[in-house]
């Protein structure tokens, strides 16, 4: 069975300071894509990523980064000089298979003070 | 940009009356979703929806739950007698073939 530990409730960081939020996963796939959702305080879940279990390689996305390792089986988060605006719940979340339904942890609640 | 619509934004019902939730997916997408959030809570698949059929349900869609996709555009979640812990938010997603889910920006349900 797939599942997706977020072992961080809530983290709160001061503006501009960079911040990590991790994420571990367990499946018997070989096959298998992770997700990081932002879900902002009006609800909705806006994709941020998606990577395959075949592609290690590290992304960067302006300020948000991404680090996938197989032998962790970890995909961890960072927000580098964070913003205010970047206050949300952080959603990680796996599907084996392309198509198959997503697994979601259970979320890291971050507060950037401004 | 495409995206997915969910309707109505909040809904309130009575304990024990029906409510039809409506997603419109994107156009070209074929696989389409429903998940709950409880409040606080995280995000949980409810069923899966391809090829006209219900391809993977979770333990919380009983009997009590069924999808449609009436007409070819509208994809529903009909819940026939509402319980107090039915209250959450409802997401609905769809997927292409080979893209990530994309998410309606959900009904939130309150049965009181």
């Known amino acids: 069975a797939q599942k997706v530990t977020q072992a961080q409730t809530e983290i709160s960081v001061v503006e501009k300071e960079d911040v990590t939020l991790d994420c571990v996963y367990e499946?018997?796939?070989?096959?298998?894509?992770l997700f990081w959702y932002k879900q902002p305080p009006s609800g909705e879940l806006v994709f941020l990523i998606r990577?395959?279990?075949?592609?290690?390689q590290n992304e960067i996305s302006g300020r948000y980064s991404w680090n996938f390792q197989k032998s962790t089986s970890s995909f961890n988060f960072t927000i580098t000089a964070s913003q205010v605006v970047d206050s949300a719940v952080y959603f990680c979340a796996l599907s084996e298979g392309r198509n198959e339904k997503l697994t979601f942890g259970t979320g890291t609640r971050l507060t950037i003070i401004p | 940009e495409p995206e997915v619509t969910q309707t109505p934004s909040h809904q309130v019902t009575q304990m024990g009356q029906e409510v039809i939730l409506r997603c419109v997916p994107i156009s070209n997408h074929l696989y389409f979703y429903w998940y709950r959030q409880i409040l606080g809570q995280k995000v949980e698949f409810l069923v899966s929806?391809?090829?006209?059929?219900?391809?993977?349900k979770s333990e919380i869609f009983d009997d009590q739950f069924s999808v449609e996709r009436p007409d070819g555009s509208n994809f529903t979640l009909k819940i026939r007698s509402t319980k107090l812990e039915d209250s959450a938010m409802y997401f609905c997603a769809s997927r292409g073939l080979d893209t990530e889910a994309f998410f309606g920006q959900g009904t939130r349900l309150t049965v009181v």
């Open positions: 990577r395959n279990s075949f592609d290690e």
């Open positions: 929806f391809y090829n006209n059929e219900i391809s993977e």
């Open positions: 499946t018997r796939d070989t096959t298998y894509y």
